[in-house]
């Protein structure tokens, strides 16, 4: 167990739907980065958090929102969802999202949320 | 923009066989580069950083090592359980991202 708790562990939808995946971080972590996987493309970066705010955003879509609450868990809402969507979704932490992600501040990552899109 | 690519795709290897995989990179200002192994339904696991070229870093049959241009991560006498998804990755001072520039991966299946 990484520490990182990402739920749902599968969720299959239809397109044009809505979901939210949820991440709590590892204990002490304050950042929280989210990265879609799928088959061709690798692990793309999406979006960070920093303590609740946003930090640097990657190649995440319009229809893609996230969010980091007061208890730092964060929230990653996809809508209009279309069949490219499908992929797994995962969420990492590190100590602080200002330093070099090694040593002590490595990347953490949850074991993902399946997405299937039909 | 940030590139990493690496190969083999896939690896087959025999128990005990040594073999090598490797990651080339693009990248503007190496900050780091990161090794993760990730297990099928699972995660990616943190290996090693690198961060300058001539460093080496060794974990158990896992060695890594970095040169300007490229990283090669050695596996000597190699186990069933090092079957995995090796993925290579840069984080580079362009812009203000932090974010890591992941490769596609090796698939490493070592048989008994």
């Known amino acids: 167990d990484s520490g990182v708790t990402q739920t749902p562990k599968h969720l299959i939808t239809a397109t044009g739907q809505r979901v939210t995946l949820r991440c709590s971080p590892r204990?002490?972590?304050?950042?929280v980065y989210w990265y879609q996987q799928s088959l061709d493309q690798g692990l793309q970066f999406l979006i960070q958090?920093?303590?609740?705010?946003?930090?640097a955003k990657g190649n995440i879509l319009e229809r893609f929102s996230a969010q980091q609450f007061p208890d730092l868990h964060s929230e990653l809402n996809l809508s209009s969802l279309e069949l490219g969507d499908s992929a797994l979704y995962f969420c990492?932490?590190?100590?602080?999202?200002?330093?070099?992600?090694?040593?002590?501040?490595?990347?953490?990552f949850g074991a993902g949320s399946r997405l299937t899109v039909l | 923009e940030d590139q990493v690519t690496q190969s083999p795709e896939a690896l087959r290897l025999q128990e005990g066989e040594s073999s090598s995989l490797n990651c080339s990179y693009t990248v503007s200002g190496l900050r780091g580069l990161f090794w993760y192994r990730q297990d099928p339904g699972k995660g990616p696991e943190f290996l090693f950083t690198?961060?300058?070229a001539g460093e080496e870093k060794e974990k158990e049959r896992l060695k890594a090592t970095l040169t300007k241009k490229e990283s090669f991560l050695h596996i000597t006498a190699p186990k069933p359980e090092d079957s995995a998804t090796y993925l290579c990755?840069?984080?580079?001072?362009?812009?203000?991202?932090?974010?890591?520039?992941f490769g596609s991966g090796t698939q490493l299946t070592v048989l008994p």
């Open positions: 990492a932490s590190s100590v602080d999202g200002d330093r070099d992600l090694s040593g002590a501040n490595v990347l953490t």
């Open positions: 690198l961060y300058s």
């Open positions: 958090y920093y303590n609740g705010e946003e930090r």
């Open positions: 204990s002490g972590d304050l950042s």
């Open positions: 990755a840069v984080l580079g001072a362009s812009g203000s991202a932090r974010q890591l520039t």
